[in-house]
């Protein structure tokens, strides 16, 4: 039986994510309000703009619900989603939901125009391929609690991270045609069957 999984579809590429959990036959539910997560057994946060995801958040109430989603489900955030999902950011507008001990700064990497494309390698996965990676106005996790996981770097930079259920990532996975990152959040943490 799929699982259902929901992407937060406040604004951003929320599409993109949905997408690539049906190439993976996997049952997505946008969430747009906090009874949307009810039945959902993870949860997606997607890039977009996090000044503009934090007032979003908070005119739909979903602060609070997400928090309490967490204690028991998985969580993905990429790039807006990992600052918001961050312990702590650069940015006094935004908002974070506290769910990793990550400190995150905002399009740390430049401007639009310094977004860039690169593989990195993954060794967390099987095989030896390595992933494309896609940046775009990027933050930068600038540190990283004692209980959290660097699982990629570039350059030394962390740029994806566990810890416990959430999962932080600064690029954009969606954005490729590799499913590879989307089935580790299933398998490691839902014990998804049967993906591609």
Same mark, same amino acid.
């Given at each position: ?5 929901? +992407? ?6 929320? =599409? @993109?994510h ?8 996997i049952?997505t &539910? ?19 703009? /996090? ?8 005119k ?6 997400? %928090?309490?989603?967490?204690? @028991? ?5 990429t ?15 935004? !908002?974070?939901?506290?769910l990793?001990?990550?400190? &995150?700064? %905002? ?20 095989? /030896?391929? #390595?992933? @494309?990676? &896609? ?6 996790? #600038?540190? +990283?609690? /004692?209980?959290?996981? +660097? *699982? ?8 994806? +991270?566990? !810890?416990?259920?959430? *999962?932080? *990532? ?9 499913? #590879?990152?989307?089935?580790?959040? *299933? ?6 069957? =049967?993906?591609?």
């Amino acid at each position: 039986m799929p699982k259902k999984i929901g +992407v937060l579809a406040l604004q951003g590429d929320f =599409a @993109k994510h949905q997408a690539m959990l049906r190439l993976l036959k996997i049952e997505t &539910v946008l969430v747009k309000k906090p009874g949307d997560l009810h039945g959902c057994e993870g949860l997606i946060i997607p890039g977009g703009e /996090s000044t503009t995801l934090t007032k979003l958040i908070q005119k739909c109430n979903l602060y609070e619900p997400i %928090r309490e989603f967490t204690e @028991k489900h998985p969580i993905m955030g990429t790039c807006a989603g990992a600052i918001m999902v961050a312990s702590t950011v650069d940015d006094q507008r935004i !908002e974070p939901l506290q769910l990793i001990d990550i400190s &995150v700064a %905002r399009n740390a990497y430049g401007r639009q125009i310094d977004s860039f494309i690169t593989h990195v390698d993954v060794p967390f996965l099987k095989g /030896s391929a #390595r992933f @494309k990676t &896609v940046f775009i106005r990027a933050p930068k996790i #600038r540190n +990283v609690g /004692s209980q959290v996981e +660097v *699982l990629m770097e570039l350059h030394g930079n962390p740029i994806m +991270v566990q !810890e416990s259920n959430v *999962l932080a *990532l600064t690029f954009h996975p969606e954005l490729t045609s590799d499913p #590879r990152i989307h089935k580790y959040f *299933l398998e490691h943490f839902l014990s998804t069957q =049967a993906l591609l």
